[in-house]
Structures are given as structure tokens and as C-alpha cells.
T-cell receptor
Framework: DQQVKQNSPSLSVQEGRISILNCDYT??????FLWYKKYPAEGPTFLIS???IKDKNEDGRFTVFLNKSAKHLSLHIVPSQPGDSAVYFC????????????WGAGTKLIIKP | ETGVTQTPRHLVMGMTNKKSLKCEQH?????MYWYKQSAKKPLELMFV???????ENNSVPSRFSPECPNSSHLFLHLHTLQPEDSALYLC???????????FGSGTQLSVL
């Protein structure tokens, strides 16, 4: 049973518009969430994170929103740029997990010119 | 050289072969990880080493054998693999005090 789900395998967005990537989780014990970005033939790279005590974290064009009651988080990218085309992974952890991550299956984002 | 380096980038092996994957990190981290990524599936944690000691083995078959001689180097020894073991194998390192991991580019493994 997947504890972290990314239900959209792919998403296509026009350059300059907002990209919204979604992630749902089932374990209410998760207290830290991360987004990683992966280009082809490269390993994932850390993008942005959020603690469960917050509902929003912003870093430049990237904002992560957390809705604990819905067990849902989203990553907003605005404005979307061609270099944002990649696979985005959502991951979660909880305090007693020894910092180990539970991963979603990823969403492939395609930015159209 | 900086970051996490994995070799080889690609590997094709038969089911009776023995091969090893190598990972090296130049970030001064204490924790190193092996992950398996199959197509369109979540990353699966295989092994975790913290200060050279194995702290996690997520029910990985014995045909995968990790080795961590020091905090900078990590190996994954492979023998008598199955075709379903074909996947991208990713090495990562971290401080062991938070969830931010730094990944290598991975080894794309094909078992024939």
C-alpha cells in the first residue's frame, strides 16, 4: 500500500503559466515533506521542503503548500520555464523513521514553449 | 571532484554474472544509501549505512550484497540476478541528521 501517492503520471503546462503538482499521503505521522526534481540520466536533486508545523514554504518560483486535514501537499511553480521540464518526486518522513524517506512514483512535467 | 559519483553508468549482465556497482561521495557525509528505481514506481530504499555501519536492510534479497569500507565509499555487489532486477540503482549520501539527500546519477542495470 503506497503511503505517498502522486496520481498524475504526467502534466503539460504552457511556458510562463503556473505548474501545480499534487501529492497525497495516508500516514498522519508524517511530519516532514520534500520535493525532488529529476532530469533524465541524472539522480534526483532536492528542491524544497516543508515541516508539518507550517502550511506554506516559498523559495523563489517554487512554493509548497501543505493541507494536513486533507493529507495533501502541492508544489507550485510560477512562472514555468522550459528548464522545469523534469520528473518531480514527492517524499515524506516522520520523526521515528531515522530520517528515511517514503517516496511517490513521480510526475513528469513538460513545459511547452 | 564534488558530489556523488556512481560507476558504471550502464551495466548489462547475464543471470550468472557477478558485478559490482561503486559509489563515492565527496561531501563529507556520514550516511550513504542504495535505492532501486523501477520504471514509474517510487524509489525503494535498499540499504542504509551510517558511519560505515549498516542501519537498514529493507528485506533485500541476498543476491544484492552491500559493502561500505569507509564513509566515502559504498559498493553493491551483484550475483545471480534475475531479469526483474533490471532497474536504475541510485546511490545517495546525507548527513544522517535530516532528510536532504544528495544522489548520484545512477547505474542503469539490465539483466538478461
Amino acid at each position: 500500500d503506497q503511503q505517498v501517492k502522486q496520481n498524475s503520471p504526467s502534466l503539460s503546462v504552457q511556458e510562463g503559466r503556473i505548474s501545480i503538482l499534487n501529492c497525497d499521503y495516508t500516514n498522519s505521522m508524517f511530519d516532514y515533506f520534500l520535493w525532488y526534481k529529476k532530469y533524465p540520466a541524472e539522480g534526483p536533486t532536492f528542491l524544497i521542503s516543508i515541516s508539518s508545523i507550517k502550511d506554506k514554504n516559498e523559495d523563489g518560483r517554487f512554493t509548497v503548500f501543505l493541507n494536513k486535514s486533507a493529507k495533501h501537499l502541492s508544489l507550485h511553480i510560477v512562472p514555468s520555464q522550459p528548464g522545469d521540464s523534469a520528473v518531480y518526486f514527492c517524499a515524506a518522513s516522520f520523526m521515528d523513521s531515522n530520517y528515511q524517506l517514503i517516496w511517490g512514483a513521480g510526475t513528469k512535467l513538460i513545459i511547452k514553449p | 571532484e564534488t558530489g556523488v559519483t556512481q560507476t558504471p553508468r550502464h551495466l548489462v549482465m547475464g543471470m550468472t554474472n557477478k558485478k559490482s556497482l561503486k559509489c563515492e561521495q565527496h561531501l563529507g557525509h556520514n550516511a550513504m544509501y542504495w535505492y532501486k528505481q523501477s520504471a514509474k514506481k517510487p524509489l525503494e530504499l535498499m540499504f542504509v549505512y551510517n558511519f560505515k555501519e549498516q542501519t537498514e536492510n529493507n528485506s533485500v534479497p541476498s543476491r544484492f550484497s552491500p559493502e561500505c569500507p569507509n564513509s566515502s565509499h559504498l559498493f553493491l555487489h551483484l550475483h545471480t540476478l534475475q531479469p526483474e532486477d533490471s532497474a536504475l540503482y541510485l546511490c545517495a549520501s546525507g548527513t544522517g541528521r535530516d532528510e536532504k539527500l544528495f544522489f548520484g546519477s545512477g547505474t542503469q542495470l539490465s539483466v538478461l
